[in-house]
């Protein structure tokens, strides 16, 4: 816990951590429960849900003061970020988890004429969620509740970066589910290392590409299937005919919650020469009516969270001091204050392409511009890096759009919007490539949960494939042909 944060009326007392058993006496108990969680019914699964939708509607304060803790982030942003995406997952996965987990009956080619096929979904068993600091609650929980309504038991990690989160969240689970259904592990590094040894049937991660894939590799050793939230640089690409003060809120709301350590954040912006300056300008307007009404300045607000600890104040602060040597110029903010771990937001502008600013994920409130003649030259500039997690247009000519939207890959897009996308629970969301593999959210979630069970049924007797059983006679090569040609 910081000192400011430590010195706040919002700020809890922390309590010391309970005494856990060793992570594999965990994971073996979980193992010796998922059998029957396998065989519940639905709406036994629906009743957990319940009561964890039912648990942060009660706790609402207490998340608030454990965000506020960990990095003094505002209430309404937990409200919005936290709480309201989380209880959004959780109606909307009840709403629909009955007709999900129902067998999904699929139909039948001529050659198989006589048989039936389905699909029915069960649990894959015990399941890692390994979560990150920057939405410590929220991406605990995102993946629990399609993990729980698939039936399986679960470990969650939370980051040691956010302790007052762990420890709200460890005391969420011992008074809502038997350990050996879901229970909270505690810890660093070495904690994390010793659970990927274990053989989970399901590893659900978010965080960097770089511990992505020591995760990916962990995994590998026992086959098991996985979910990586990663990453990466997304882009905002704003052409000629987009309305500028419009992008300008949303770039600047989409940068600035969560003080910009938000995977989706735009963390570069690609616009047309012609509209820059007047674009910057709204940007500075918006800046100012967000988080400086007053003429306080940022820092006075109450509205804008702060860096999570010092070394990554200090990673974001380096890229932008390397910025400025290597030609970059500070269009906006550039305030920083190490003490409090703030970074005002900042717009910079002539960034050249080779700095680590237009290199690296930049996680804060630091937004490189750069300019384009043609859309061509913005995708080829977005292509030149790893596939983005979300890709950003602003654009109000239809044509652009289907050309950035077909031209540019990404795991996810918003069109005239930033991050919106990623609390649609009707949308898949992910990565691609670099930025993350596999889907969550809703259905999504669910099957990656799921083992998908195919299923045929065939009738008794001579039916079916009977007669071209060997042995391979003239009359059964004259079939075969007829069955090749035919059907």
Same mark, same amino acid.
């Given at each position: 816990?910081?000192?400011?944060?430590?010195?706040?009326?919002?700020?809890?007392?922390?309590?010391?951590?309970?005494?856990?058993?060793?992570?594999?006496?965990?994971?073996?108990?979980?193992?010796?429960?998922?059998?029957?969680?396998?065989?519940?019914?639905?709406?036994?699964?629906?009743?957990?849900?319940?009561?964890?939708?039912?648990?942060?509607?009660?706790?609402?304060?207490?998340?608030?003061?454990?965000? #506020?803790?960990?990095?003094?982030?505002?209430?309404?942003?937990?409200?919005?970020?936290?709480?309201?995406?989380?209880?959004?997952?959780?109606? &909307?996965?009840?709403?629909?988890?009955?007709?999900?987990?129902?067998?999904?009956?699929?139909?039948?080619?001529?050659?198989?004429?006589?048989?039936?096929?389905?699909?029915? #979904?069960?649990?894959?068993?015990?399941?890692?969620?390994?979560?990150?600091?920057?939405?410590?609650?929220?991406?605990?929980?995102?993946?629990?509740?399609?993990?729980?309504?698939?039936?399986?038991?679960?470990?969650?990690?939370?980051?040691?970066?956010?302790?007052?989160?762990?420890?709200?969240?460890?005391?969420?689970?011992?008074?809502?589910?038997?350990?050996?259904?879901?229970?909270?592990?505690?810890?660093?590094?070495?904690?994390?290392?010793?659970?990927?040894?274990?053989?989970?049937?399901?590893?659900?991660?978010?965080?960097?590409?770089?511990?992505?894939?020591?995760?990916?590799?962990?995994?590998?050793?026992?086959?098991?299937?996985?979910?990586?939230?990663?990453?990466?640089?997304?882009?905002?690409?704003?052409?000629?005919?987009?309305?500028?003060?419009?992008?300008?809120?949303?770039?600047?709301?989409?940068?600035?919650?969560?003080?910009?350590?938000?995977?989706?954040?735009?963390?570069?912006?690609?616009?047309?020469?012609?509209?820059?300056?007047?674009?910057?300008?709204?940007?500075?307007?918006?800046?100012?009516?967000? #988080?400086?009404?007053?003429?306080?300045?940022?820092?006075?607000?109450?509205?804008?969270?702060?860096?999570?600890?010092?070394? &990554?104040?200090?990673?974001?602060?380096?890229?932008?001091?390397?910025?400025?040597?290597?030609?970059?110029?500070?269009?906006?903010?550039?305030?920083?204050?190490?003490?409090?771990?703030?970074?005002?937001?900042?717009?910079?502008?002539?960034?050249?392409?080779?700095?680590?600013?237009?290199?690296?994920?930049?996680?804060?409130?630091?937004?490189?511009?750069?300019?384009?003649?043609?859309?061509?030259?913005?995708?080829?500039?977005?292509?030149?890096?790893?596939?983005?997690?979300?890709?950003?247009?602003?654009?109000?000519?239809?044509? &652009?759009?289907?050309?950035?939207?077909?031209?540019?890959?990404?795991?996810?897009?918003?069109?005239?919007?930033?991050?919106?996308?990623?609390?649609?629970?009707?949308?898949?969301?992910?990565?691609?490539?670099?930025?993350?593999?596999?889907?969550?959210?809703?259905?999504?979630?669910?099957?990656?949960?799921?083992?998908?069970?195919?299923?045929?049924?065939?009738?008794?007797?001579?039916?079916?494939?009977?007669?071209? #059983?060997?042995?391979?006679?003239?009359?059964?090569?004259?079939?075969?042909?007829?069955?090749?040609?035919?059907?």
């Amino acid at each position: 816990m910081t000192t400011l944060a430590a010195t706040d009326p919002l700020a809890p007392t922390p309590s010391p951590a309970p005494e856990r058993p060793p992570v594999a006496e965990l994971f073996r108990r979980q193992q010796a429960r998922a059998e029957a969680l396998r065989r519940e019914a639905v709406e036994t699964r629906a009743g957990r849900l319940r009561k964890l939708s039912a648990w942060i509607t009660e706790n609402r304060t207490a998340i608030q003061q454990a965000l #506020y803790a960990d990095f003094r982030k505002p209430a309404a942003e937990t409200d919005v970020t936290e709480i309201w995406s989380t209880q959004t997952e959780l109606k &909307h996965t009840l709403r629909h988890l009955r007709h999900w987990a129902q067998p999904r009956k699929v139909g039948t080619p001529l050659s198989l004429v006589g048989t039936r096929g389905w699909v029915q #979904y069960e649990p894959k068993g015990v399941c890692l969620i390994i979560a990150p600091w920057n939405y410590p609650f929220y991406l605990a929980l995102d993946p629990l509740v399609s993990a729980l309504a698939a039936g399986n038991c679960c470990i969650i990690k939370p980051s040691e970066m956010t302790p007052t989160v762990a420890a709200l969240l460890a005391r969420m689970c011992q008074e809502l589910f038997d350990p050996a259904e879901v229970t909270v592990v505690e810890g660093d590094k070495q904690v994390a290392t010793e659970l990927l040894k274990l053989p989970f049937n399901h590893i659900f991660f978010t965080g960097s590409p770089q511990v992505g894939k020591v995760v990916m590799r962990a995994a590998a050793e026992h086959l098991t299937s996985v979910t990586l939230e990663l990453g990466g640089k997304s882009p905002v690409v704003v052409d000629d005919t987009a309305d500028l003060r419009d992008a300008a809120e949303k770039i600047v709301w989409g940068k600035g919650i969560n003080a910009g350590q938000t995977c989706v954040a735009p963390d570069y912006l690609l616009v047309h020469e012609a509209v820059r300056d007047q674009l910057i300008e709204e940007i500075r307007g918006v800046v100012q009516r967000f #988080y400086n009404p007053n003429g306080e300045g940022v820092a006075a607000s109450n509205s804008f969270a702060r860096i999570v600890n010092d070394h &990554h104040f200090a990673r974001v602060a380096g890229l932008l001091a390397e910025a400025q040597e290597q030609g970059a110029t500070v269009a906006l903010g550039g305030q920083l204050d190490a003490a409090q771990r703030f970074l005002e937001p900042t717009v910079l502008v002539d960034v050249p392409t080779t700095s680590r600013a237009m290199q690296e994920e930049i996680f804060g409130p630091l937004l490189p511009v750069r300019t384009f003649r043609t859309l061509m030259e913005a995708v080829d500039e977005v292509n030149s890096r790893p596939h983005p997690l979300a890709l950003y247009v602003f654009t109000q000519n239809a044509e &652009h759009q289907r050309y950035l939207l077909q031209n540019i890959p990404a795991g996810g897009a918003c069109v005239n919007e930033t991050i919106l996308h990623l609390g649609h629970p009707e949308l898949p969301f992910g990565g691609l490539g670099n930025s993350g593999l596999g889907r969550a959210h809703g259905l999504a979630g669910f099957q990656a949960f799921s083992n998908e069970k195919s299923v045929l049924k065939q009738r008794v007797g001579r039916t079916g494939l009977k007669p071209i #059983y060997p042995p391979y006679t003239p009359q059964v090569k004259k079939l075969v042909n007829w069955l090749v040609k035919w059907l």
